[in-house]
């Protein structure tokens, strides 16, 4: 079996006006063996759900999956995400990463209500 690495690259995402959301710049791991990435948003408002995103090279960011408190699964990049009890932070767990789920992935804070997706003035991707 190929030892083949996997570079998942995060960039911070900032919800305008409000509340910084920050994450780790990359990490790597091998094809199959899991990883965690984790997001901080410490100035959470109490509706706000934690989104996450991702992009693969080339192509545009596509909603993957959001919370408000708890855990919740994820079924493409097979994982889990799981959002700390205060929320202020939380956790993308992809199990079994492949080749094609290197991405750059996004974590955002939406308020209760609105749709998924990055619209200019509601989330800012920023690089940083």
């Not at 984790?38 to 999956?65: K, M």
């Not at 408000?68 to 932070?89: I, N, Q, T, W, Y």
């Amino acid at each position: 079996m190929d030892f083949v690495s996997l570079l998942l690259v995060f960039f911070s995402a900032v919800a305008v006006s409000r509340a910084q959301v920050q994450q780790e710049p990359s990490a790597e791991t091998s094809e199959g063996t899991g990883i965690n990435i984790t997001c901080s948003h410490p100035n959470i408002r109490s509706e706000d759900y934690i989104h996450w995103y991702r992009q693969p090279p080339g192509r545009a960011p596509t909603f993957l999956v959001s919370a408000f408190k708890g855990s919740k699964e994820v079924p493409d990049p097979e994982g889990r995400l799981s959002v700390s009890a205060d929320r202020r932070s939380s956790a993308l767990w992809l199990e079994r990463p492949r080749l094609g789920d290197a991405a750059v992935y996004y974590c955002a804070l939406v308020a209760r209500g609105e749709e998924p997706g990055l619209r200019p003035g509601t989330n800012l991707i920023g690089r940083g």
